[in-house]
């Protein structure tokens, strides 16, 4: 009730402003309170062509060129330009817009052009693109998180346009359509939905621009934040659409029928409809042999199982399950907790939480401190904690193998995910043991395969069960095989390519 | 949405005692082995219990007790150790020659209840009493070492394959007495000296090692045992060491009025190990000759195990299952009744594979 009535408010102080400030005059007075607005006549008669723009969203030097010398360098006619229409004849810039609406003059001139009027006061005005869209933008654009040692390291950059000229350079077709929204109340940033006609289904490009349209928000920072206000279950601690900051990976999304989400601002694409398998795949997969590739795929696989069940499984063997320690383990882990005081539970949530806190740490930290941090962290917390018999040395190997196995995920939002499901895991196994684990294992099971993302199941290729489409999940099998688009992304062509036209190679010694 | 996570948290924290009771590794007192002797009437226990204070210092340690009946002695014991005793990693139980005598059968089918005792626990009969071998063990720093001898010798030697799940199995069915290994102290150390012949969980009598080699091969077929055997050729006397890489037997039941009769075929192949010097291994002919003396030995031996078998009114090798296999009117007490006058035949086949490196 209360929330309802303070948003009927904030609609009627909306309106009031749009009424008061339907001038362009108006709309001046306002942003003249920023030291960084400039206005000033581009000729010696005062109250004549008047030029306004944020000093800080323009070019200068484009100010300089194509503005500022035209009128002021001698002699300029001005009979030449006689209305304001006229200036797209004299200035040598693609993008200038007459208007004489308000609200379009100053959401242009928030984003970098210039406001010409001819007299003061006058309604009609020209908007001259001059707008520095690289400035304070970095220009390097390694991948840095989703980083591959076989493969191109291009990432996306801040800059949408590049990101999407990245996306168009592999994508060589026109066939790859870019529908642009704009979302944020202050922010006004542009949101890009691309997918490529006539392969991904209308279905998800109606729903992802649907959602994205819906939005009512503020400033948009990143993607992670469209994220998630788009997503199919926010009760969930799963990514339901997959951010990259890789161009090879959006663009084998977009090829296989998925739709990605751009927006200025942000280094990351995110793109759905995504499954669970497609955070165990790395884009390094495509670019190793079959063999190999499906082999550390199934190794990413078994650490993140292990990731999750390791700490556990400790506690619940270590505190109710003796009888299925082998034996000559028991002696080993008895020495181990001898002098420990501490139940399993705690030894373990003290531990977790000491690998959490490195981690944190480790992450704000400037890179230099950061590398020491680690080390002091790993070798000397760790050593010491177990000389101080505040922890068992079985216990710490465990932990600091699924910490590190739980990196093992390309997707980093994933990662996060793992970390947090060891936790209630642990609750479980502290009360029920063996039991526990087993209650947490289905409660997670039902959760995921309730999931959905852009309204496909979550788990597709497992459940539901879709044979064909095992060919690139847990394994990843050669392209000959991979030929086929996922069937559960319902794209409009199954083919991606034809792999049975071409020949077989015959050998030398056939002839 | 919200009644169903009410109801899992109030379940999880509510109900959290109701659950199993915590028994941290290092905060229970697990027993290894157990003994049972009678002692003037009475019984008296011995568990083994290994502790764990250093990195890789096992010592093992003994608690003793005395109880009118076996069942309270773990509770007797728990009255002296500073932790709950535990019998989830309890995998050898020894029974005095005394115990033995007078039945297992309450330990083994209580054992069997309890769902913490392993099923692949070992049995055991001592000659004397099972404090004897128990507490001369106890200087052995190395934690669950009988079971592992016994292990062992099922592995590499030749004991038959058995453990209390085999023992339970041959204890409940019909047609089939059981074993167990017969522990003696040699020089102060345990020995396994052969099988104890049980029936309904009493003691009967037992068998030596060369003996179980044999039974080893008549139940399972074995391998990896090793038997020694004299042989006299051109009056002259010497040792054989035979290792049997591979041994199948097959019984065929005659079926006839009254007694059955059954035929046992028992195939060995097998491996010369060691050998007097003067055997000469290197012609084909003289292992052939060779092959012809130790089938008459085997053939021999079986029979005679049957016979001694027989005599105990026991039966170890199985042959009532034979039988109960072959026959719509089974009657155990019947066939036990006829038991010691079942004739078998036995024909040995042994098969020299490999005599090793000759030139």
Redesign the interface.
Known sequence: MFFKKRKIRNNKDKQAVTENSQDIGQLFAKVKKSSDFKQFPLTDESGHLIISYYNTLVDQQQLQLKILMIFRETPFELDRLEKIDDIKKIIAIEDIVITDNRNEAESKLLKGYAILQMKENDQRVALILLSNDKAGLREQNNVENEFSVVGPQIGFLENIDVNIHLLRQQINTTDLITKEVNIGSTSNTRVIIAHIDGITSEQHVNTMTQRLQDIDFDVIFDTSQLHQFIEDNSLTPFPLLLPTERVDRAVQALINGQVAVLSSGSPYVITGPSTIIDYFISPEDYFLPWILASFFRLIRVFSVLFSIFGTSIYIAV???H??M?P?DL?????????N?PF??VLEVIFLEFTIELLREAGVRLPTKVGQTLGIVGGIVIGQASVEASLTSNVLLIIVALSALASFTTPIYKMSNTIRFLRFPLI??AS???G?GIVIGIAFLLIHLTRLESLGTPYTVPFYPFRPEDLTDSLIRSSYSKTSKRPNYLRPKSIWRYHPHNHKKKKSDFDE | MKLCFLLTFSL?FFL?GC??H?????E?Q?IEALGYDREEGKVKGIAIY?T?????N?KLKIYKTVSDSYEDILPRMNAKSAYPI?T??L?FVLFGKEYATQGIEDVITNFARNP?T?SRMQLGIAENTAEDILQSSKHVNL??HLSEKINQNIESGNLPKMNLHMFLNNFHQEGRDQILPYLILEENQIKIDGLALLKNGKYINHINLRQSLILKTLIDGSQNGQYKTKITQNKKEGFILLKNLDAKTTYTVEKSEGIPSIFIDLTIHAEIEKASSWFDLKKDKDIVKLERILNEHFKEEVQRLISLAQGYNVDPIGLGEKVRANSRNWDYQRFMDIYPEVKTTVHTNIDILNTGIEE
């Not at chain 2, 764990?52 to 890789?56: P, S, T």
């Open positions: 270590i505190t109710y003796y009888e320690i034996n028991f002696g080993s882990l008895s020495t181990s907790r001898y420990v139940p399993p609750l479980f009360i029920w043991g039991l | 999880t959290s659950g199993i915590e028994r941290i590794i290092d229970v697990i290994p764990f204070a250093e990195q890789g096992v535990e989830g990693k995998d913490n392993a934690s669950f």
